[in-house]
């Protein structure tokens, strides 16, 4: 009884949850970037990972909480990045200090843009904007702390995370603004009902 009650259930949540509940296809396009360093089953684990990136309706709000994940892992591996800058330098790992205060000024960076791509969706719909600060967020901003951290040979696990997923959530979020921007430029769609009547020329010769 209660195995069918639960098909039951089953069925009709298949019927009424929206469309990526049922099958995950926002995250499919999502991870789909074929940007260089882009893993895609580490970006298909973190947003099917994430109850409220993964539970979102909307393309809009499902771009919004990646977003706002991104600016969460980023402010957190910010914090961990000048702590471990510190006792690096005062334990005498100066290559690693060096390396680290890189990403000190690469975080804050990513965060300005990733903070505005936020701000453009959520306050004014501008996606083409957002989509470029996603971009610059998971490029320019980062590249210099990636680089220094590999030539460093930094073997902090919080910190090479950290590096890692920043693009994997900016160019994620990327992959859905972009299309929200290419939809919100292309012609809105016909009136419900269809177009407006036009003038038959069958009808007047029938007269
Ligand atoms: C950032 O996100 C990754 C992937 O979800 C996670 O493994 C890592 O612990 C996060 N880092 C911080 C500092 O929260």
Redesign the pocket.
């Known amino acids: 009884m209660a195995s069918s009650i639960f098909i039951t259930m089953l069925f009709i949540s298949s019927i009424f949850l929206p469309k990526i509940l049922a099958d995950n296809s926002f995250i499919d396009e999502a991870c789909s970037s074929t940007f260089e360093y882009f893993d895609r089953d580490i970006c298909l684990q ?1 947003l099917r ?2 109850p409220q990136i993964s539970s979102a309706t909307t393309l809009r709000d499902f771009s919004i909480h990646i977003i706002q994940s991104a600016i ?2 980023a402010t ?2 910010q914090a ?1 990045v000048l702590k471990a800058m510190q006792s690096s330098s005062m334990s005498g790992d100066h290559t690693t200090a060096k390396a680290l205060e890189v990403c000190s000024h690469s975080y804050p960076a990513a965060l300005v843009s990733l903070k505005s791509a936020l701000n453009e969706i959520v306050l004014i719909n501008e996606y083409m904007t957002a989509s470029y600060d996603l971009l610059i967020a998971s490029t320019d901003d980062i590249v210099h702390c990636r680089d220094a951290v590999k030539a460093a040979r930094v073997s902090d696990a ?1 910190v090479l ?2 590096v890692r ?1 920043l693009p994997i959530y900016g160019l994620s979020a990327y992959q859905i603004v972009d299309r929200l921007s290419a939809e919100s430029r292309s012609p809105p769609p016909p009136p419900p009902g269809g177009l407006p009547p036009s003038p038959s020329p069958s009808s007047s010769s029938n007269v």
């Open positions: 973190i990972s994430d969460a892992n957190s591996t961990y919080v995370t950290g997923v």
